[in-house]
């Protein structure tokens, strides 16, 4: 059973201070003895909670947390601790009280290790796992119920790697990884040419996978390998479920995916680009530093720098909002002109019956 964990509210102010400079102590004149984290609408006597938009201040009305977490300005009667990145804060106070269950660190007996396996310290490697020859697992790492490790592979310090995941042969994974369940890193890439006769010939996939530090894969991710080359996903790029990244692709640093996004073959992003839901892009084009690409949209060549853009094919923010309105706008549009085409026939009949040249 976890112990019971209880930090008084000035206490976590002056843990995370150094981390966030700006963050404040605003007590009513009070000091709270923090037990626990909770939402707004659930939060009880003891418990902290948060608020990160103004949707939620009229909530906070009514919450019976003893503490909140809030930006520098909103009002509160509450005792609580301020910030200008209160999500970051509420991250960091969750890490406090909450400690994800860890299979023991022991190789189970129904694991199976090839030949020439080199384990660091305090590695746990969870039941049905198969490892192959010659991997190399670092310290402290993670390995949950039945995922399977190719030949060759490289895992760095304080990794996980989640339940059902494949790790296909080559792959080098960082350190402070976490590979959520069901992923499959270095499956073969989608390479075939149309042969004479007719047939889809398959291209041999010889390349590998590299997957830097500090990177999180969400559940059903596939990352794959190219015929030849690398593929990579750079240090802190943090990717959503079922998220596609085709083979020979490089996702930069600290680049954000959300789900069902779709990368083909030969894609490049710049650092800190988002990608949000089902946007997919075409082959071998780049998308540069910090570009924000909105849902559902489609990217058929290269995209600049810093630019927001939306829609299928996508052009620039602005401009998608203009079409999203005039299609709002076209069935009035429509009748209008079905109308006018009306008042022209009637003209043409009436200058017609006078014998007058339209």
């Not at 209880?6 to 206490?11: K, P, R, T, V």
């Amino acid at each position: 059973m976890t112990p019971k964990i209880s930090f008084q509210l000035s206490e976590i102010v002056t843990e995370f201070a150094k981390a966030l400079p700006d963050c404040q102590l605003d007590s009513q004149g009070l000091d709270p003895i923090i037990s626990g984290v909770a939402a707004i609408d659930k939060a009880k006597s003891g418990e902290i909670t948060f608020v990160s938009s103004a949707k939620f201040v009229n909530a906070l009305k009514e919450t019976q947390a003893s503490a909140v977490i809030l930006d520098l300005k909103t009002p509160s009667h509450l005792p609580c601790i301020r910030t200008s990145h209160p999500r970051i804060l509420f991250a960091k106070v969750l890490e406090k009280f909450y400690q994800p269950p860890n299979p023991p660190i022991d190789i189970h007996a129904t694991a199976i290790l090839g030949e020439s396996v080199q384990l660091g310290s305090n590695v746990a490697i969870a039941p049905y796992v198969v490892i192959g020859d010659r991997v190399k697992i670092g310290d402290n790492v993670t390995i949950y119920p039945h995922v399977t490790i190719y030949n060759d592979v490289e895992i760095g310090a304080n990794t996980t790697i989640h339940a059902n995941s494949v790790i296909g042969d080559h792959t080098q994974i960082g350190a402070n990884c976490i590979l959520h369940p069901s992923n499959i890193i270095g499956g073969d890439g989608f390479g075939f040419e149309l042969a004479p006769d007719g047939t889809w010939y398959k291209v041999p996939q010889t390349g590998y996978v590299i997957i830097e530090d500090h990177v999180e894969l969400g559940c059903s991710c596939a990352v794959d390998r190219p015929a030849v080359g690398v593929t990579i996903v750079r240090r802190g790029a943090k990717l959503d479920n079922f998220v596609q990244i085709g083979h020979g692709v490089e996702v930069g640093a600290h680049s954000v995916l959300a789900s069902q996004v779709g990368l083909a073959g030969g894609v490049s992003l710049g650092h800190h680009v988002v990608l949000a839901g089902q946007v997919g892009a075409a082959n071998h084009i780049h998308i540069g530093d910090g570009a924000i690409i909105g849902a559902k949209s489609g990217i058929p060549s290269d995209v600049p720098a810093g630019v927001t853009l939306m829609g299928y094919p996508v052009v620039p923010e602005k401009d998608w909002k203009r079409i999203v309105i005039a299609e709002r706008q076209l069935p009035d549009l429509l009748r209008t002109v079905r109308k006018l085409e009306q008042r022209i026939s009637d003209l043409e009949a009436q200058l017609n019956s006078n014998d007058q040249p339209i």
